[in-house]
């Protein structure tokens, strides 16, 4: 049975989907990283290699609180980024649940595609 691995977006962990896998899969449906939690809708599903996902979001904790919610791009867009604790580079988004402020580390500059840390 063939595998297709792919890598996650987010946290670069490799995703594997066996042909039986694929079967059940169907444009609109979506994947979570088991490692990051990010969320990922398929976008194509043909025979062999013909296989695209398009990330929608993070799935995040709020450390306050402890609700799940998903930092998607739009979140993004609106959050301040700041110098952090030790001088890293830090996006500042709101919980949507307590409203507290959480700070996500980035290793790229602005966009899902890169690796975060909460």
């Given at each position: 049975m063939a595998t297709l691995e792919i890598d996650c977006?987010?946290?670069?962990?490799?995703?594997e989907l066996t042909d039986a896998d694929r079967a059940d899969l169907q444009?609109?449906?979506?994947?979570?990283?088991?490692?990051?939690?990010?969320e990922m809708e398929v976008t194509r599903n043909g025979g062999g290699e013909d296989f695209e996902l398009e990330l929608l979001g993070v799935l995040t904790q709020c450390p306050s609180c402890g609700e799940e919610f998903d930092v998607t791009d739009e979140l993004l867009q609106d959050a301040p980024v700041i110098e952090?604790?030790?001088?890293?580079?830090?996006?500042v988004v709101?919980?949507?649940?307590?409203?507290?402020?959480?700070?996500?580390?980035?290793?790229?500059?602005?966009d899902l595609s890169r690796r975060y840390h909460p």
């Open positions: 977006p987010v946290c670069a962990e490799v995703l444009p609109g449906d979506v994947i979570v990283c088991d490692s990051c939690n990010a952090g604790v030790g001088g890293v580079t830090v996006t709101p919980c949507p649940h307590c409203h507290a402020r959480i700070e996500l580390e980035f290793e790229e500059p602005q």
